[in-house]
């Protein structure tokens, strides 16, 4: 009790002031607790700037790699039609010789029955040895063509 009669003792002469002091703490810190909320939000305002920032950087990037890929696809499919092409190509050089050496075939078989029956003069025997021998040439320049469609094929693939 003397302590409280000397507390307000000494307030009354006015050398503490009490009810000055606890509003003056009270602002003080309330001042500081708004510093630190607006540092807070400053803090995550930026935060959320450099998230923005990323991600535009990674869409960006993920555009880039997608128009990448598209644009390889589209290599690959050009690539696709070529070896096509070349396969295709060998099909028919393969067909074409196909035919040739059965045509070939045939007119030896015609040939050697016609020899054997002795029915051939020498006249018409030389004109059969020249067709076959220019059927022989086709067959040579088709295994050419095929050669040169089967190399261009491998090296597409």
């Known amino acids: 009790m003397k302590k409280l009669v000397f507390f307000w003792g000494l307030f009354a002469m006015g050398l503490i002031p009490v009810f000055a002091q606890q509003p003056l703490t ?16 400053l803090k995550q305002k930026r935060a ?23 644009k390889e696809l589209r290599k690959m499919e050009k690539a696709q039609d070529k070896i096509d092409k070349a396969t295709a190509a060998v099909s028919k050089a393969e067909n074409r010789l196909t035919k040739a050496q059965k045509k070939l075939e045939k007119m030896q078989k015609d040939l050697n029955r016609d020899i054997d029956k002795n029915r051939l003069s020498a006249e018409a025997l030389t004109k059969a040895r020249a067709q076959i021998q220019k059927q022989q040439e086709r067959i040579a320049e088709e295994e050419k063509d095929l050669e040169k469609a089967q190399a261009k094929l491998s090296k597409l693939r």
Request: net charge positive; proline share 0%; no cysteine.
């Open 26 to 41: 009270d602002s003080l810190a309330l001042r500081k607790q708004q510093e630190t909320l607006e540092k807070a939000r």
């Open 48 to 70: 959320t700037e450099k998230a923005m920032v990323k991600m535009e950087k990674e869409k960006s990037k993920a555009e880039k790699a997608q128009k990448k890929a598209e």
